[in-house]
């Protein structure tokens, strides 16, 4: 079932229990069971590791990038965290008030910001220097 493809274990219970009875973690499993039942081209995930603990994101990160791969399919990760884009992209689009202001590989946008709001998020994201290898 794709609730056991995301790693649900005892899915008959867990499909019977209400959304407060189940953890973040589970929820966010839940979610992308839902998104995955039609075999979508494109999975847009809009902050999906907001508010769960490290080790549950980092499950959940896995969990997508699995299911990308399996069904093939264009992931729109959509998030605040510059560590997760430079793990999860490879191109970035950065917004400031609802606008694009630039657009780049993850590579060169970590490397060589053209914006300099996209030089300010980056400078405002300590531990990031070293993230992302060369290309």
Do not use: W
Request: proline share 4%; glycine share 4%.
């Amino acid at each position: 079932t794709l609730m056991e493809r995301v790693q649900i274990h005892n899915p008959v219970q867990r499909y019977q229990s209400y959304p407060h009875e189940l953890s973040g973690g589970m929820l966010q499993r839940m979610m992308i069971a839902i998104a995955i039942a039609c075999q979508p081209k494109l999975l847009i995930a809009d902050e999906a590791t907001t508010a769960l603990d490290t080790s549950v994101q980092r499950q959940v990160l896995e969990l997508i990038a699995d299911i990308q791969e399996e069904y093939k399919m264009s992931l729109l990760f959509i998030t605040h965290n510059l560590g997760l884009v430079a793990e999860m992209a490879d191109r970035v689009v950065v917004m400031k008030a609802g606008k694009i202001i630039e657009t780049a590989s993850v590579y060169d946008l970590f490397k060589r910001p053209e914006h300099t709001y996209t030089d300010e998020l980056l400078k405002a994201s300590p531990g990031l220097e070293d993230t992302l290898e060369t290309p």
